[in-house]
């Protein structure tokens, strides 16, 4: 059962770009969650998505971002019109169900750097 | 709101010393509580976690954490320090079906 997929595991993007990272769950797993890693920030949660479904988008910025989790294929993170401060790692997380007692499994990350 | 605070950003420890890394909670409900582990260029791996089964929580690679509600804590220890052990840790709480993570610990550890 391979882990949880992303790619890819760097981007560069130009300034104004668009930036598309592509998370793909654990097998069996229909709820994926992003994070966004900027150094000594910790990580900060952005979006819930279940199935074809935003749960929880608490911590996505209004403008640029967008997020899609389709009935087949992975997660799309989405950042239209990238600026330098968007330059951070990537992470997602997905897990089986929710719940209290749900563990969620995390990807290796993508690194967008904006040039 | 429920939240973690990680006391210090870096800690240094001998090769073979104790480790403790600390965590401290805010939560209005009896929380559900995690430590990560991030090694460089790679993923969180969970270490351990607290769900309210028992207050000494036994993990992974000889850590273990201990819940004490009075104190609001939940820090990290492990008896001897390996060299492998370097790596960036992360205490984080369960929040409204999501986690909520720390600023984490970088944990260096001298030869």
């Known amino acids: 059962n391979a882990g949880v997929m992303q790619n890819p595991r760097h981007l560069v993007r130009r300034r104004g770009q668009e930036a598309r990272l592509r998370c793909s769950p654990m097998k069996g797993h229909s709820h994926v969650y992003w994070y966004r890693q900027l150094p000594e920030e910790g990580l900060k949660f952005m979006v819930y998505l279940q199935k074809e479904n935003i749960i929880d988008e608490s911590g996505m910025p209004k403008e640029r971002f967008s997020a899609e989790f389709p009935k087949e294929g992975p997660s799309i993170l989405r950042i239209q019109q990238v600026v330098r401060g968007d330059s951070a790692a990537y992470f997602c997380?997905?897990?089986?169900?929710?719940?209290?007692?749900?563990?969620?499994?995390f990807g290796q990350g993508t690194r967008l750097t904006v040039v | 709101a429920q939240s973690v605070t990680q006391l210090g950003s870096h800690v240094s420890v001998s090769e073979g010393a104790l480790v403790l890394l600390r965590c401290n909670y805010s939560?209005?409900?009896?929380?559900?509580l995690f430590w990560y582990v991030q090694y460089p260029n790679q993923g969180l791996q969970l270490l351990l976690k607290y769900t309210s089964a028992a207050t000494l929580v036994k993990g992974i690679n000889g850590f273990e954490a201990e819940f004490k509600k009075s104190e609001t804590s939940f820090h990290l220890t492990k008896p001897s320090a390996h060299m492998s052990d370097a790596a960036e840790y992360f205490c984080a709480v369960m929040a409204d079906d999501k986690i909520i993570f720390g600023k984490g610990t970088r944990l260096h550890i001298l030869p």
């Open positions: 939560s209005s409900v009896p929380p559900y």
């Open positions: 997380a997905s897990s089986p169900r929710t719940g209290l007692n749900t563990e969620a499994f």
